[in-house]
């Protein structure tokens, strides 16, 4: 037969009260009781009726995450953390892609909320700056938390790494190694982020005393391809650069394609560096330097922003840590 609460109770010593209580995650138990009752739920394997936690508390202990991103790495890993975090709550994720220049995305946001009745939802970039549908949110008046945002940033409540300091970071590991001449492929123009890093890169140059050079900057779209027709641009300058810093490792990887086809030695020839710091940037030769975006955490914490917020302070900006990896593909230029 099918444990109940009352089984629960019984098993941990306390009353149904206070098995509903944590449950409910509600405050006011102490950590011996909630100890009791956590350990009793694990003997029995007690799985609460959602339907029951619904009726009772007019929720429906669902969220959605919300993407229009090309890069399978950014949405597995955060929708993984989405998901650790919903389970340890006892929520259910749902996962919504979506295209922002679609000319129905907020009706498309506005039937998944009436048809799910979601307690909150999770915008990840693009969406996390759409306006239309961060005023269709606000109309309805749902809870939501933004990834990465770069407009509106007290809006509402967010999770990001700092970008413009992640950039600086990287040009200046490169220009400490005596590149003078960077390269730099800009991110997809639809994401606040390319801009940050185009921001942080030339940060670095102006501190470095290093002239900001408009020629040795080019467009990108956050692809492989795009990589490719960035490199291919930068090669023709009759002063080519030492170094190319693309602000994302798929594009990165397209830089050292086209390299590599060319007949150049990386990093002997061309330093090259990324940014995410993808599993492409561990499994291509030489692996590339670039920037680690703990993008599991990064779900986590989103989630873990979403069910907690309470609104009393104003809403949350909580601000992750990245880290510069070196590997093989950087090194001093060519004397």
Known sequence: MKNTIKDVAEVAGVSVK????????????????????EGAIARLNFRPSLVARMLRRQRSFQIALIY????????????????????????RMLVQPCSIHSPTLVDDLGSLIEQTHLDGLILTPPVTDSLPALEELGRRGIRHVRIAPGTNLMATPSVHIDNVAAADEMTRHLLDLGHRRIGFVVGHPAYITSN??????????????VAYDPELVRPGQFSVQSGVGAAEAL????????????????????????ALRRGMTVPDDLSIAGFDDTELAQSVWPPLTTIHQPFRDIGYAAADV?????????????????????????AAPRS
């Not at 206070?18 to 009752?37: C, F, G, H, I, W």
């Not at 229009?68 to 929520?91: H, I, K, L, M, T």
């Open 18 to 37: 206070t098995v509903s209580r944590v449950l409910n995650d509600e405050k006011y138990v102490s950590a011996d009781l909630r100890q009791r009752v």
């Open 68 to 91: 229009d991103n090309p890069n399978p790495y950014f949405v597995y890993n955060v929708q993984e953390g989405v998901r650790a975090c919903c389970a340890e709550r006892g929520y």
């Open 196 to 209: 940050q890093r185009l921001l942080g890169y030339r940060d670095a140059l102006r501190r470095a005393g």
């Open 235 to 258: 090669f023709a300058l009759a002063n080519a650069p030492t170094a190319i810093f693309a602000s994302n490792d798929d594009m990165a990887a397209g830089v050292l394609a086209t």
């Open 306 to 330: 979403l069910l907690s917020e309470d609104g009393n302070d104003g809403p949350e900006r909580r601000r992750l840590e990245y880290r510069l990896v070196v590997r093989e593909s950087t």
